[in-house]
């Protein structure tokens, strides 16, 4: 496997106290012998995933350093990543801006240096991590050739968060050096954000339509399905936790959590129920209550797992991939999975006989439209 060995050349010196100024120094544009933008590369199959260190060991840099040149130039430096300068397209698209002043002055904060020895104890131990590993198993999970470019930015900021950018286009993983979090940890939550972005390249956007029907709004807020999915996949199989590699308390609320997944089933149940039976209507309202469902990890996390499991151990890992673009085709899958586990003897939670039915009508109904579609084409 490929190992991570991409190092900051800055040739500024590292110290650990001294008195810094709050302000960020006047920007003298790129400086001389800045820092090159590098990148390593892991490859996995058709999944190729480049890896960019260069904003975090230059926080660090800028953290650390207490000549305020040196400081000066980092600081010029670190505003002219490619990572810096994605994370504030990004929150513009948000609607979200991003100072520089405040981002300065969290950087220098006491409190900030204060962690800088674990936080680049953290990234060299990440950055030696199996990367590549987790890159596998996100493409086990996928179909066979999927093309999967992306990129990985470690990156130290305000935000403690971990999230994917434009996966349509220039898909992104934002990664905050975290000293609470370990290897395994790091990995699999690589594993999960890659899988997603993976997902988006093996199924391409239905164009957006004017004529929206409940059904179609629903299919639409089914694809959330995709956390528990990724759970599966960065776990490397339906044998393993998916909180394997989380400390205690994280492991326990998973597994209390989904020891009630029924309760969860029954709540996107009562959901879906309101939005064909347009209960609930708007965009903005249907928006509010799906969102509900995310949590920490809520039903679309141990409710999706569950399916995604369940279908890879009584139908096959090719079953389960064969309907990854396909959230009812899924659901369905489960159904018929847990049905048949039932009759062995299992416990399965059920989904409500009305949806199935409503479900199959959709999915029969939208092989047939797209038939039709192909036939004229072929004709033309």
């Known amino acids: 496997m490929y190992r991570l060995l991409c190092f900051l050349t800055l040739g500024l010196a590292l110290a650990q106290s001294g008195c810094r100024n709050s302000s960020p120094p006047p920007s003298r544009g790129t400086p001389s012998g800045s820092v090159t933008e590098s990148a390593t590369t892991e490859v996995a199959g058709n999944a190729r995933l480049r890896v960019f260190s260069t904003e975090a060991k230059t926080a660090l840099v800028v953290m650390t350093a207490i000549d305020p040149r040196a400081r000066a130039e980092a600081w010029a430096a670190l505003k002219a990543t490619e ?10 698209s948000f ?11 969290w950087l220098t904060a006491d409190s900030t240096i204060a962690r800088a020895p674990a936080l680049e104890r953290t990234l060299n131990t990440w950055m030696a991590s199996d990367i590549a590993g987790a890159v596998e198993r996100s493409a086990a999970y996928l179909p066979r050739g ?39 940890q790091f990995e699999n939550e690589i594993a999960h954000e890659l899988h997603h972005i993976g ?3 093996a199924c391409p956007a239905a164009p957006a339509s004017s004529s929206q029907t409940p059904m179609d709004t629903l299919v639409n807020w089914m694809s959330a399905f995709g956390e528990g999915w990724a759970m599966l996949a960065a776990a490397g199989g339906p044998k393993v936790n998916p909180h394997w590699e989380s400390d205690s308390a994280d492991r326990a609320r998973w597994d209390h959590d989904y020891a009630h997944v029924s309760d969860g089933m029954k709540q996107l149940s009562g959901f879906f129920d309101s939005v064909l039976t347009r209960r609930i209507s708007t965009p903005d309202s249907v928006q509010a209550h799906a969102m509900s469902f995310f949590g920490i990890q809520g039903p679309w996390y141990t409710v999706g797992y ?18 990854i673009c396909s959230p009812p085709k899924l659901l369905l899958s489960y159904q018929d999975a847990a049905q048949k586990a039932n009759r062995a003897g299992a416990n399965l ?19 047939k439209t797209t038939s039709a579609i192909r036939r004229d084409g072929t004709r033309r």
């Open 199 to 201: 997902i988006a390249a």
């Open 306 to 323: 569950l399916m995604a499991q369940t279908v890879e151990v009584h139908a096959g890992r090719d079953k389960l991939i064969s309907v």
């Open 349 to 367: 939670p059920l989904w409500p006989e009305h949806l199935v039915s409503q479900l199959r009508r959709y999915v029969q109904d939208s092989a």
């Open 146 to 184: 999927t093309p999967i470019s992306a990129k990985l930015y470690f990156m130290i900021k305000p935000h403690p968060n971990t999230f994917v950018y434009d996966t349509e286009h220039n898909p992104a993983i934002f990664v905050s050096v975290d000293s609470t979090v370990d290897a395994a």
């Open 95 to 105: 609607h979200r801006s991003m100072s520089d002043t405040t981002f300065y002055q």
């Open 83 to 92: 990572e810096y300068r994605r994370l504030s397209e990004r929150e513009t």
